[in-house]
C-alpha cells in the first residue's frame, strides 16, 4: 500500500529539519530540577568513557578562575577587590542553600557579606546525608594589571552515583551581599550515562536579598526579612555595577575548569601529579606550563626571572647554581621574562613567534593558549559527532519504515 506524496515529503522534511537543529545547536543539557541558562553558561563539556556506576572513586579537580576586573566591569571597581575563598561542594538534589527566587541560608549570607565560609561548612555538615563532599579554594586579591593571575586551585572533589550534582559558590568583596556561583550541575551525561570528562561553566554575580546596600563600598544595611536571591542583570545592576564596557550586558564574574580523575580500583584518595603546580600556574588553560624547557632541545623555550628561594642553614647548596629559568612561556608559567614584562594582552611564543595556530590551539583575546584534551574538546555539543551520525541514520531508518 503506497502513502500519500504529501506525507512523504512532509515527513522527510520534518526529519531533515531536526537533523540541521541537532547539528547546529548550542551546548544544550537536559536538567528537571532547574534551567541551566538561568544560572550559569556551559562553554565546553567533554565526553568520557568512565561509566557512571564504575566501582572507581571518581573525582573532579577545579580551577576557578576571576573573569570580575575592570576590563570586564569598570563601573566604580574597587582599588582593593577581593575573591573570597571559593568553595564546592557536591550534593543530593534535596540539597539547596541557594536557590533562584528563595532566601539564602545563613552561610550564604555570611559568604556574601563577608567572604567568610566557616558557618556555610557548619551547615553543609549538619545537612548530614545531603552533602557528600565539600572542598575550599584560596581567595585572591583581583591582580588589576595582569587578569591571567586571577585564579584558584581546588582540592579533588568526589562525586558519586547518588551525589552526581556539582556546586560552587565564592564572595565577592567588597560588596554588600554579592557573590557568584552556580548549583545541580549534573556531572554525569544524561544519555550515555558516563561522567564528563571535562567542564567549563561561567558564571554571573546574585545578590543574596540581605543587605539595601547598592555600592561596592556601602555601609551594613541588612534587610528584615531579607529578599530573595536574584541574578544581577543589566535591568537591576545597581548604580550600573557589573555592566559591561558598553552598559548592555553583565559580563560573566568567574570561570569554573573542572576535570575528571578516576583513581585506580581499590585506591579511595588520589590526585593529580603536581596538583597544584610548584609555579602555581593555570596547567589547565595552560598544558605543560609547569614544565621546564632546555633552550638546547627545544624550539620554543623563554628565560625567565628566576623566583627568590628561601636560604636554610646548612642545606646543600642548590643544584642550579647559576639560577637560570627556562620555560615554554615564561607568562603561561607564572614567572616574569627575563626581558620585559607580563602585561595584560600578552600573547605566548609559538613557532617563528607569529602566534600561528597550531594543531589544538585556540586564541581568545589576542593571547594563544593551549587546552588540554584536544580531541573533540572544541565541539560546542553535548552529543559527539558519532552520536550524531548514529542518531539520524536510526531516525532516517525509523520514518522510512512507518512511510512503506
Known sequence: ?????????????????????LASADIVVENDLINPEEIFDFIVLQDSNHWWLSPNTTQY?????GLWNPYNHPKKFPNLARVSNPLIYTSSKQYLPWL????????????????????FKVEARAAGRMVNDLQE??????????PEKNYAYLPGIKVTPDYPFLSGIAGLMPTPDWFTGFYLLDVIDEYDRTFWNRILIHTYPWDSGTDAGDTYMSVD??????????????KNAPNGIFLSPDGRTVPPVAEWDCVLHVCEEGEDDCQPDNWPPENGCDMLKYPG?????????DEVCEECKPKPKLIKLGAAPDENENGR???????????EPLNGMCTPGWRSPSKGGTG????GTSKKDGRSFWRPFRSGSGAASNLSTSSLVSTMVLMGMGLFALIY
Not at 325 to 335: G, I, M, V
Not at 356 to 359: H, M, S, Y
Open 1 to 21: 500500500m503506497m502513502r500519500s506524496p504529501i506525507l512523504l515529503t512532509s515527513v522527510v522534511y520534518t526529519w531533515l529539519a531536526l537533523t540541521l537543529q
Open 61 to 65: 579537580f577545579c580551577v576557578m578562575r
Open 100 to 119: 533562584i527566587n528563595r532566601a539564602t541560608t545563613w552561610g550564604v549570607e555570611k559568604i556574601a557579606e563577608t567572604g567568610f565560609t566557616d558557618t
Open 137 to 146: 579554594g584560596k581567595g585572591f586579591f583581583v591582580d588589576q594589571e595582569d
Open 221 to 234: 544595611q541588612d534587610l528584615d526579612p531579607p529578599r530573595n536571591v536574584e541574578r544581577i542583570t543589566p
Open 289 to 297: 606550563c609547569e614544565l621546564e624547557c632546555d633552550p638546547e632541545f
Open 325 to 335: 629559568t627556562f620555560y615554554r612561556s615564561c607568562c603561561q608559567s607564572n614567572h
Open 356 to 359: 600561528a595556530d597550531d594543531e
